[in-house]
Antibody, heavy 118, light 106 residues
């Protein structure tokens, strides 16, 4: 069974940093691209970042480019999102999602909440 | 960036009613994908590659379209279909979602 479990969220002050993790199981993690997607409270879905299976290709949303860094450790089956210079508008539930071979974003984690507030 | 415009934003349908949700792209895309999200849960893939139903999706759902205009249709609304639906384009980065359509049961 495919499982994605996010962690690392919490309350952080504006301008500070936070690192999210997503541990994958139930599939060969190193064979799949991965994404971070976020959802602000009561709002829609916003794609944040993508990393290819071997980390050769990385893409970001303009809203986070230069502040967020996506990375992965295939030996640990773990996806990361390093977030710096956090702003109140980064407050959201952050999901990791697998980039399926046939179906985009075919599996999602349960999400981890990040709240940016003083 | 390809902007996806979904309509309507919200709607309510009676059991048995036909429902159509549209998604228009600011530039042509190869395929459109749809997700269903119910309150407090993670989104689920629902329709992919414009018209293919994800596993477990009832066949009262269908998808169609091409170029810049796509739609999700429910042939006969059921209570369990009440949810928010999002379209997604993966033709180019950044990936973009539509703003969502909240579908309620009357």
């Amino acid at each position: 069974e495919v499982q994605l479990v996010e962690s690392g969220g919490g309350l952080v002050q504006p301008g500070r940093s936070l690192k999210l993790s997503c541990v994958a199981s139930g599939f060969t993690f190193s064979n799949y691209g991965m994404n971070w997607i976020r959802q602000a409270p009561g709002k829609g879905l916003e794609w944040v970042a993508y990393i290819s299976s071997g980390s050769s290709y990385i893409y970001y949303a303009e809203t986070v480019k230069g502040r967020f860094t996506i990375s992965r450790d295939n030996a640990k089956n773990t996806l990361y999102l390093q977030m710096t210079s956090l702003r109140s508008e980064d407050t959201a539930l952050y999901y990791c999602a697998r980039d399926g071979a046939a179906i985009p974003l075919d599996y999602w984690g349960q999400g981890v909440m990040v709240t940016v507030s003083s | 960036e390809i902007v996806l415009t979904q309509s309507p934003t919200t709607m309510a349908a009676s059991p048995g009613e036909k429902v159509t949700i549209t998604c228009r792209a600011s530039s042509s895309v190869s395929y459109m994908h749809w997700f269903q999200q119910k309150s407090g849960t993670s989104p689920k893939p629902w329709i992919y590659d414009t018209s293919k139903l994800a596993s477990g999706v009832p066949d009262r759902f269908s998808g169609s379209g091409s170029g810049t205009s796509y739609s999700l249709t429910i042939s006969s609304m059921e209570a369990e279909d009440a949810a928010t639906y999002y379209c997604l384009q993966r033709s180019s980065y950044p990936l973009t979602f539509g703003s969502g359509t909240k579908l309620e049961i009357k």
